[in-house]
């Protein structure tokens, strides 16, 4: 955890951030490929400006965002998620809508000049005139997210325009919509071509280092990534991104890289056809060999092993293909269960009167605690399963929700439980 400023995980940042004004600028900084942008556009969906209520304002707005790249892709991500909800069944398909949040106006520091931000020069009759470029109008007409990312990578003009925007969202004579919010994103570390921000430039942002979890990029992987991938890299937590010291010109893997190839995966069919020679060559380019190999040979492995489907339609059958009771790597392949069967109850709902839930409760009395519970708290998240689940866990229910830890798993109601020795008198 960084304490060079206050450090927060993915959730946690989230929650932050929609709390804070619009007047106030915010800078996230962070690792490469940890998620910065991304959580920026997930912000950005979350908040809400009525004026989006109506449906002319919005088609105004379409009509000067409809250039801006991010605009297009917020759209096309919510009909993609949201095309069969009849909520929305008569509503325009090719303009914002309220509950889309705010539009996201994106540019990369590091790629503008001074002009870019303070306008071209002209004779205004009077003196010289700037005029401003479009996209900086657009966060002035309408409510926006204004993200400007790698400002530790921009040349000091760049920077030094950015910091009236930042102080009072104002440049040059233009104010910009009092319900925009500008977020700035900077890349920190030894090892990456940076500019030392100096403390006048830092004191004009809520400053917030993002430190994902593990887990915050699972929560976001089980809903956008392949299972294969989400499971792997439950497995092999080590392989999500390089912590340690980078060698000059290697390729390392990162959460972007991870997301990007399966992506590439997906597209090219490959995960149906892991012995495709191109599945280990397409990895190793985007998130080098030592990871591509290992991910590679999960991906062919796990075509044979057991999957959710075999845990809830048989779980006393898929057990015989486990390692011995008892040993380690049968604990280690309980908690890699675990986790498919969590994401398998977040995903689907148990058939209440078929074998599904008794099955469910005889994987969790079978397993240690740390499995147990990571199945127990993927069903609190669904009152339906957790119902369906309750009458098959008996005390185990009660055990869990007053977190009483096991040492080992209750003895299944088939089996006899062993009598304890008689005490020496």
Known sequence: MSTLALSLGMKSFKQLCVRFSAERAIMVRGRPGIGKSQSVYQIAADLRSDLYVNEKTCRAMSEEFHAEASFKKAIKRFWKKNGKNEKYANYPRDIWHHDMGLPVVERRLSQLTEGDIVGIPFDGGIGTV????????????FPCVLFLDELNRAIKGVEQATFQIA??????????????????????????????MDPAAISRYAVIDLDPSMEDWLDWARDNCNGALVEFIRANPRLL???????????????????NLDAELEYANLYENVSDRVFIDMSASMVGFAAANSFWDFCKNRATDISALDIVK??????????????EKYTQKMVELSGKISD??????????????????????DA?????????????????????????IGDLMVRLTTNQSRVAPPVPATETAPKPPKQRK
């Open 130 to 141: 700037f005029k401003p470029t479009e996209w900086l109008i657009l966060t002035c007409h």
């Open 241 to 259: 991104e390089n912590k340690e010291e980078f060698e000059p010109n290697k390729k390392y893997p990162d959460r972007r890289a991870w997301a």
């Open 314 to 327: 048989d779980w006393k059958l898929a057990k015989k293909r486990l390692p011995a009771v008892g040993t």
């Open 167 to 196: 102080d009072s969202k104002a440049f040059y004579g233009h104010l910009l919509n009092e319900e925009t919010r500008v977020y700035v994103a900077c890349n920190i570390g030894d090892a990456f071509d940076v500019t030392p």
């Open 368 to 392: 240690p605690a740390e499995a147990c519970m990571t199945v127990w708290l993927s069903l609190s998240k669904n009152n339906t399963n957790l119902f369906a689940v309750v009458d098959h």
């Open 344 to 365: 398998h109850l977040q995903k689907n709902i148990l058939t209440k009167d078929s074998k599904e839930p008794e099955n469910v409760g005889l994987f969790m009395r």
